[in-house]
């Protein structure tokens, strides 16, 4: 190989990348017996071993502190940005109606999960934990407890109380999710209020947004 | 009892990370990506002064290069979850930066001093290079940063990301969007310029 073509490839291999195992065997080879070549791969380390070891760090003005402050606070600025898109005063309408018809429907939904529960409570009293059990012939069978009344068609005992197992579990699963929606909501209308009052959530025109930006990040330097 | 347990368990969260043999700078990922400002801060400390650096160089303006760092990680936060692989963070992150720049570039209204390549390193040169005894007391920190400046922008690209920041060629391929043959022949020659800077400019006697 030309010195031209040795020489493009002494950057790579000073980083060690260079793949093949045949160039490397070249190029070292070329090496040996070429005085100019090998300048040139004192050159390329050296210049490497000066980048490494000098600390080329230019010097901010900011500090890091303040650069980190100011990021950060960018950051939590155009999160409470994102989040205002929608809390428009349409949602905030939506939002009221739909936690006033929670309010009502919950109302009745949780005088009727209280119910259940304590009909349901009683009947585990009653009752071993295991479904095995329950096979015993000690245990009531049959209509023992049914009220006749009740005609939900419950064929057996352990049916019936199955039943209001599986009911207070859906009841107990719904009340823990309504709640959830609930208190969300209830944030979500609070935070909307908020935000509504305070000026400095004043929605700008894009351009002149832009420089009151660059004008704060200009007074934060000062 | 039963139906207690079912109603109130809770789905549990995957918060053994280090497990998945993440280190701890890809956990600091993870929970930023998930929205943790306080791990993304400590992201924000590794990495600012070295986003900076790259930047600065690039657009020699102080103010210009510490609102790109800011707009830089501020992106970062907001488009974590297009990161595919934890491991490829810094790259992704230097290449962010790469990116605001070239556009800032593109746009070239600013008074950059590297807008035209060859024409800003002429340029630079008369106002960059000192007066003799002015050079004799500049450290050589200094003075290799000086020389630094003369180079092209993708000649100062390349060398800050190889022998400053110590990557490879196939991550510099991927920040600087062109092939591994181009990468390679960049580093070479920005090298062999530097040099040439170094030893005709500022009387530099290395061990060549």
Not at chain 1, 49 to 75: H, N, W
Not at chain 2, 40 to 49: N, S
Not at chain 2, 167 to 191: C, D, H, K, N, W
Request: aromatic share 6%; glycine share 4%.
């Amino acid at each position: 190989m030309k010195c031209e073509k040795i020489q493009t490839l002494l950057g790579a291999y000073v980083d060690g990348e260079i793949r093949t195992s045949g160039t490397v065997t070249l190029i070292e080879a070329h090496l040996e017996s070429c005085t100019s070549c090998r300048e040139v791969l004192n050159s390329q380390k050296e210049i490497k071993k000066i980048l490494a070891d000098t600390q080329i760090l230019y010097e901010t003005f900011l500090s890091p502190s303040i650069l980190k402050a100011r990021v950060m606070g960018e950051v939590r600025a155009r999160k409470s940005k994102k989040q205002r898109i929608v809390s428009r005063p349409a949602f905030v309408i939506v939002g009221l109606v739909a936690l006033l018809a929670i309010g009502i429907t919950s109302v009745g939904f949780f005088a009727n999960l209280q119910l259940e529960k304590k009909r349901t409570q009683a009947f585990l009293k009653a009752l071993p934990e295991r479904a095995e059990e329950m096979d015993n012939p000690l245990m009531p069978q049959g209509d023992y407890l049914i009220p006749t009344s009740s005609g939900n068609g419950d064929s057996t005992f352990l049916d019936f109380v199955q039943r209001h197992h599986q009911m207070t579990r859906e009841l107990l699963i719904l009340e823990s999710d309504w709640a959830k929606t609930l208190e969300n909501l209830q944030e979500f209308v609070a935070n909307s209020e908020n935000d509504s009052k305070a000026p400095l959530f004043k929605e700008l025109p894009e351009k002149s947004k832009d420089k009151t930006k660059e004008e704060t990040n200009k007074d934060k330097r000062r | 009892m039963m139906m207690e347990r079912s109603a109130i368990s809770v789905p549990m969260v995957g918060l053994e990370l280090e497990k998945e043999g993440l280190g701890e700078e890809e956990v600091l990922v993870v929970r930023a990506r998930s929205g943790d400002e306080i791990a993304f801060g400590e992201l924000v400390e590794i990495y600012q002064k070295k986003i900076f650096n790259f930047v600065y160089s690039r657009l020699q303006n102080r103010e210009t290069a510490e609102d790109v760092t800011q707009e830089v990680l501020v992106k970062a936060f907001f488009n974590l979850n297009r990161l595919r692989e934890i491991k490829k963070f810094k790259s992704w992150l230097f290449s962010i930066a790469n990116n605001h720049v070239r556009d800032l570039r593109r746009k070239a209204k600013l008074k950059m001093v590297d807008n035209d390549e060859e024409l800003s390193s002429r340029e630079t040169y008369v106002s960059a290079v000192m007066p003799d005894d002015v050079v004799l007391e500049e450290s050589r920190a200094h003075m290799i940063r000086r020389a630094m400046m003369l180079l092209s922008p993708e000649q100062k690209e390349v060398l800050m990301l190889c022998d400053i920041e110590g990557m490879s060629y196939s991550e510099i391929a991927e920040i600087t969007r062109v092939p591994l043959g181009t990468v390679q022949s960049r580093i070479f020659y920005a090298r062999k310029r530097l040099k040439d800077i170094l030893v005709k400019e500022f009387n530099y006697r290395g061990d060549w």
